[in-house]
């Protein structure tokens, strides 16, 4: 029987479901095992040192699958520990096989969504203070102006099921004025954490309606599908049943309740004791 050699897509917690909902819509036919670290999210307030140390475990964890291949679907664990695990790590630990972030798909392609020239950024603190995306972006659009707001509040309401909460407006209100403040002709807005995209019309509510909104889950999807096409001796190892594994570090009860919402579908996770 043929062993199962699937597409890790990892996250601190729920977020990564949005972006494995649009890998999985274009890429039907792969397999895929999901891991959410839910028992240590959220990541975004954690040290570097922390989040590279529980990202890595995590990786090891994917390799023990099988997995040939892992998505780091979490803006916070690319943009900290993806780096040096590509470098440090994956040449001692499995040197065929690729660790893949996602911040620099998006940085390929953010310029050209924007008319003006003013990018803004929405993220976790742990995300803007990497400055990963402000480096990332000029590498491609040098021309181009970003400028960061962190909103350490929203991955916990979200987490927490809070998005349609009233009380919710007042954080989602407050962090778009403090990145309007800095530039009030930015017209182009990342949502750059996989979570933010429940709080999308929230979000739109009180943006102004000339900046356009920007979330990830077809950006990495298509890119995805493009590095897959290009790397043919890594596609060849990837199983293709269309089969699908949830795991969490987590209750799996609190879990499958919670994912729905990222989802969009039932999930039946399996507790991860110990990565």
């Known amino acids: 029987m043929q062993a199962n050699h699937p597409i890790g897509i990892f996250d601190s917690g729920y977020g990564g479901l949005t972006i494995l909902r649009q890998i999985r819509s274009m890429l039907p036919d792969y397999d895929y095992i999901y891991l959410g670290d839910n028992a240590r999210a959220p990541y975004g307030s954690r040290s570097f040192e922390t989040i590279y140390e529980y990202t890595l475990e995590a990786v090891k964890w ?5 997995c040939p291949l892992v998505i780091l679907a979490c803006n916070t664990a690319s943009a900290k520990a993806l780096r040096t695990i590509q470098q440090k790590d994956l040449p001692g630990l499995a040197p065929d096989n690729r660790v893949l972030g996602i911040v620099r798909p998006t940085s390929e392609v953010i310029g050209d969504m924007s008319e003006g020239g003013n990018i803004g950024i929405l993220a976790t603190q742990g995300t803007v203070e990497s400055e990963s995306y402000l480096l990332e972006i000029e590498k491609f659009f040098p021309e181009v102006s970003v400028f960061q707001q962190a909103c350490p509040i929203w991955v916990p309401l979200v987490e927490y099921g809070e998005q349609d909460n009233p009380g919710t407006d007042y954080f989602v209100r407050k962090y778009i004025d403090l990145l309007l403040k800095k530039e009030p002709r930015i017209d182009t807005v990342l949502l750059a954490c996989t979570h933010y995209p429940l ?6 509510e009180y ?11 077809q950006i990495v999807a298509d890119s995805l599908a493009d590095y897959l096409l290009r790397h043919s001796e890594l596609t060849e190892r990837i199983t293709r049943e269309g089969q699908m594994d949830f795991y969490t570090t987590e209750r799996a009860t609190t879990f499958n309740r919670q994912a729905e919402r990222f989802f969009g579908t039932e999930v039946g996770a399996t507790q991860v004791h110990k990565l």
Do not use: S, Y
Request: aromatic share 10%.
């Open 207 to 217: 943006m102004p309606v000339d900046i356009q909104v920007i979330t990830q889950g």
């Open 62 to 66: 994917f390799f023990k699958q099988g």
């Open 199 to 204: 709080l999308l019309e929230k979000i739109k």
